[in-house]
């Protein structure tokens, strides 16, 4: 009998109650090619740890014309070549303002940068950095998102 309840409680009874993922996008904006590529991080405003730009979806906008938004002004990505087709997704508990914590699914774009901007939206809230994209892996702390970055 127990085996069976636990079986309708992990399949059935559990998944009614699980909240839904909150969906966000993100870029992962990228230059170089082969062994010279590499892969631009930012700072997070909250934390000062490392991450893909990213942010909630906008009204009027595609998602991955989202991600290019996200990349400008999180990023200052002023000009670049956006894939419109997304390269995976991560997922992660996003500690939110209230004090709580909500699950987050992020899909990724690729960006391939033509130019960066000095100045852009959070400029001064955050901070940039090129690395190598298997380097960018050891600086994320979201265990799927380094994976992706392993594997670009």
Do not use: H, N
């Not at 399949?11 to 892969?39: H, N, S, T, Y």
């Amino acid at each position: 009998m127990s085996t069976l309840f636990e079986k309708a409680w992990s399949e059935v009874i559990r998944p009614m109650f699980k909240r839904p993922d909150r969906v966000q996008v993100a870029a992962l904006c990228w230059r170089g090619e082969g062994a010279e590529k590499e892969v631009l991080l930012v700072t997070s405003r909250g934390t000062g740890r490392w991450i893909l730009p990213k942010g909630w979806p906008i009204d009027g906008l595609e998602a991955p014309e989202a991600a290019m938004q996200e990349a400008w002004e999180e990023a200052g990505v002023e000009k670049g070549k956006l894939d419109e087709e997304p390269l995976g997704e991560f997922r992660y508990d996003k500690e939110l303002d209230t004090g709580g914590v909500a699950p987050v699914s992020a899909t990724v774009y690729p960006i391939k940068v033509k130019r960066l901007a000095d100045q852009f939206p959070e400029s001064d809230q955050r901070r940039r950095k090129w690395v190598p994209a298997r380097k960018a892996a050891e600086m994320v702390r979201e265990r799927e998102l380094q994976q992706l970055l392993r594997a670009f």
